[in-house]
């Protein structure tokens, strides 16, 4: 089992920058796959973007593309979110996920409770 918490979600403007944190306890940090999901109210949850178990391939939706930075730290058992230039169409739960896959994977395991992430035009 894997238990994952993230923070850092908030409300900032259109054109701000928030940084997510996902803290992971449990088994190996560094043996999964990390991603993070949004899901905007009224929408069907999205793969945002993924990393794999060394932080040596990524990958990005187009929405978040160019915008968003997705890293790990495997020390802190830690994976980030760097969101820049926030759009309101970002406004959503955004959640954490581990995968049993050491690859960029769709599927996934483990789940955090999710953070809110509001942009205000």
């Known amino acids: 089992q894997v238990q994952l918490v993230e923070s850092g979600g908030g409300l900032v403007q259109a054109g701000g920058s928030l940084r997510l944190s996902c803290a992971a306890s449990?088994?190996?940090?560094?043996?999964?796959?990390m991603g993070w999901f949004r899901q905007g109210p009224g929408k069907e949850r999205e793969f945002v973007t993924g990393?794999?178990?060394?932080?040596?391939?990524?990958y990005y939706a187009d929405s978040v593309k160019g915008r968003f930075t997705i890293s790990r730290d495997n020390a802190k058992n830690t994976v980030y979110l760097q969101m820049n230039s926030l759009k309101p169409e970002d406004t959503a739960v955004y959640y954490c996920?581990?995968?049993?896959?050491?690859?960029?994977?769709?599927?996934?395991?483990?789940w955090g409770q999710g953070t809110q992430v509001t942009v205000s035009s």
């Open positions: 990393i794999s178990w060394s932080g040596g391939s990524t």
């Open positions: 996920a581990a995968s049993i896959s050491r690859y960029i994977s769709r599927e996934y395991n483990f």
């Open positions: 449990g088994r190996t940090f560094s043996n999964y796959a």
